[in-house]
């Protein structure tokens, strides 16, 4: 089965640094893009970060640039942020969504995680 | 930065046709994707690249897109299609509108 697990959501104080884990099977991970997307309690989707297929590509939304890093672990089938200086803006569930496959011009998010909340608050 | 918008609510009766809208500058140069959300639980994809269907979407879910404006259509809504709906473009980076809360009657 096609899958995607997020982990590593919780409490943190504004400023503070949590890092999340997204770990895929059922497919082969390392052919396909990879993204976060967030959504805040009662409000809609907001894209966060992108990385390709082999790590080399990796973008933003500008509310994060500088303080999230994506990366992944294509040995592991395992996708991350880290998010440093965490704010209570950043208060959201947070999901990772695979994107397109090395041979597909589509960048539809086909399959999503179940999601993980990250609460900012002191 | 590139805009999509959608209309906050639509409503229908079981049975009718329900069409959420999705604008954008020139949307129709885009490839469109549609999510469906149920409350407490993850988006699922609906329609992708404007028009096509991911397998298990039921044929009553079809898609759209030119000029200004890409349409998500509901054919014989069930009460079961109750859900909020995104659409979805790349324009340098993933937009998404702001979503649509489809009430079934």
């Known amino acids: 089965e096609v899958q995607l697990v997020e982990s590593g959501g919780g409490l943190v104080q504004p400023g503070g640094s949590l890092r999340l884990s997204c770990a895929a099977s059922g497919f082969t991970f390392s052919s396909y893009e990879m993204n976060w997307v967030r959504q805040a309690p009662g409000k809609g989707l907001e894209w966060v970060s992108y990385i390709s297929s082999s790590g080399s590509t990796i973008y933003y939304a500008d509310s994060v640039k500088g303080r999230f890093t994506i990366s992944r672990d294509n040995a592991k089938n395992s996708l991350y942020l880290q998010m440093n200086s965490l704010r209570a803006e950043d208060t959201a569930v947070y999901y990772c969504?695979?994107?397109?496959?090395?041979?597909?011009?589509?960048?539809?998010?086909?399959?999503w995680g179940q999601g993980t909340m990250v609460t900012v608050s002191s | 930065s590139y805009v999509l918008t959608q209309p906050p609510s639509v409503s229908v009766a079981p049975g009718q046709t329900a069409r959420i809208t999705c604008g954008g500058n020139n949307i129709g140069s885009k490839s469109v994707h549609w999510y469906q959300q149920k409350p407490g639980q993850a988006p699922v994809l609906v329609v992708y690249?404007?028009?096509d269907r991911p397998s298990g979407i039921p044929e009553r879910f079809s898609g759209s897109n030119s000029g200004n404006t890409a349409t998500l259509t509901i054919s014989r809504v069930e009460a079961g299609d109750e859900a909020d709906y995104y659409c979805q473009v790349w324009d340098s980076s993933v937009v998404f509108g702001g979503g649509t809360k489809l009430t079934v009657l």
């Open positions: 690249d404007d028009s």
């Open positions: 969504a695979r994107g397109g496959d090395l041979y597909s011009s589509s960048h539809a998010f086909d399959i």
